[in-house]
T-cell receptor, first 114, second 113 residues
Framework: KAGVTQTPRYLIKTRGQQVTLSCSPISGHRSVSWYQQTPGQGLQFLFEYFSETQRNKGNFPGRFSGRQFSNSRSEMNVSTLELGDSALYLC?????????????FGDGTRLSIL | GESVGLHLPTLSVQEGDNSIINCAYSNSASDYFIWYKQESGKGPQFIIDIRSNMDKRQGQRVTVLLNKTVKHLSLQIAATQPGDSAVYFCAENPPGGYNKLIFGAGTRLAVHP
């Protein structure tokens, strides 16, 4: 069974640009969550989608947005990139609508802002 | 590979010894907890989980202990191997958070032959 797939693995952008990251969850998983990982702040929750609806959002500016498609695949978008947006962006999927169940992560997209 | 965290606390153990990694969680109402292992250049890998109605759960070579009184989790790894070297994170699922996880800062485990 394939795991969570994130594309691209690496991305280099410049300040002011925008970027779209993609996540394909494990087959049968309908919940997709996004996290930002940096050496200084650790792993921080961005948002979660279930059945194409955003159910929860972390404490990030509106430049960070996402969406989920009917096949459960998800994308996140960051507009007007800043140097501080350099991070590893991780996607996790889980099966059902409620918490209390394992979430499985992809290997992330490494975003570098020049 | 990419650095997960430059200044994480480090636990150094000898190969074959048992390891204990500790974690304090933040929300006394959290009812589900997960331990993850993250190797350089990879995403967090699920190790074991525990619900708040349990105080101990065992897997293959790993045991998680939950002490709700002091909001503390621990991960015990038996007969630690070089392949166990990684950063370990605990995560809690707060009430009403759906699938949101709050992560601890992480501990780096270094296994020496």
């Amino acid at each position: 069974k394939a795991g969570v797939t994130q594309t691209p693995r690496y991305l280099i952008k410049t300040r002011g640009q925008q970027v779209t990251l993609s996540c394909s969850p494990i087959s049968g998983h309908r919940s997709v969550s996004w996290y930002q990982q940096t050496p200084g702040q650790g792993l921080q929750f961005l948002f979660e989608y279930f059945s194409e609806t955003q159910r929860n959002k972390g404490n990030f500016p509106g430049r960070f947005s996402g969406r989920q498609f009917s096949n459960s695949r998800s994308e996140m978008n960051v507009s007007t990139l800043e140097l501080g947006d350099s991070a590893l962006y991780l996607c996790a999927s889980s099966r059902g609508p409620v918490g209390n169940q394992p979430q499985h992560f992809g290997d992330g997209t490494r975003l570098s802002i020049l | 590979g990419e650095s997960v965290g430059l200044h994480l606390p480090t636990l150094s153990v000898q190969e074959g010894d048992n390891s204990i990694i500790n974690c304090a969680y933040s929300n006394s109402a959290s009812d589900y907890f997960i331990w993850y292992k993250q190797e350089s250049g990879k995403g967090p890998q699920f190790i074991i989980d525990i619900r708040s109605n349990m105080d101990k759960r065992q897997g293959q070579r790993v045991t998680v202990l939950l002490n709700k009184t002091v909001k503390h989790l621990s991960l015990q790894i038996a007969a630690t191997q070089p392949g166990d070297s990684a950063v370990y994170f605990c995560a809690e699922n707060p009430p009403g958070g759906y699938n949101k996880l709050i992560f601890g800062a992480g501990t780096r485990l270094a296994v020496h032959p």
